[in-house]
């Protein structure tokens, strides 16, 4: 089976769910981290996942708000992820 990350918009910060780093809300794959708050450890990494939908662990955020921040991607709200896309 293909691994894929979703990228996850918190109140501050976005992240990637395959490795749980700091993820560019932009980038396609998770090949550069976002620090948040601070710099990265030099021996953290991306993992390189391709990013195949964008969600969020907030209660407030509906999947039309995550679709205008990545509108090429699948938006699932907080608890509505598909089960073919949630972590085993």
Same mark, same amino acid.
């Given at each position: 089976?293909a691994?894929?990350?979703?990228?996850?918009?918190?109140?501050?910060?976005?992240?990637?769910?395959?490795?749980?780093?700091?993820?560019?809300?932009?980038?396609? =794959? =998770?090949t550069?981290?976002?620090s948040?708050?601070?710099?990265?450890?030099? =021996?953290?990494?991306?993992?390189?996942?391709?990013? &195949?939908a964008?969600?969020?662990?907030?209660?407030g &955020?509906?999947?039309?708000?995550?679709?205008?921040?990545?509108?090429?991607?699948?938006?699932?709200?907080?608890?509505?992820?598909?089960?073919?896309?949630?972590?085993?």
């Amino acid at each position: 089976m293909a691994r894929r990350a979703i990228l996850i918009v918190d109140d501050y910060t976005t992240k990637c769910s395959r490795c749980g780093k700091g993820a560019r809300i932009q980038d396609t =794959h =998770h090949t550069r981290l976002l620090s948040g708050w601070g710099t990265p450890a030099p =021996h953290d990494r991306p993992c390189g996942e391709p990013f &195949v939908a964008i969600s969020t662990r907030r209660l407030g &955020v509906t999947a039309e708000d995550l679709r205008a921040l990545r509108p090429d991607l699948p938006a699932y709200a907080a608890g509505d992820l598909p089960a073919e896309l949630k972590e085993r």
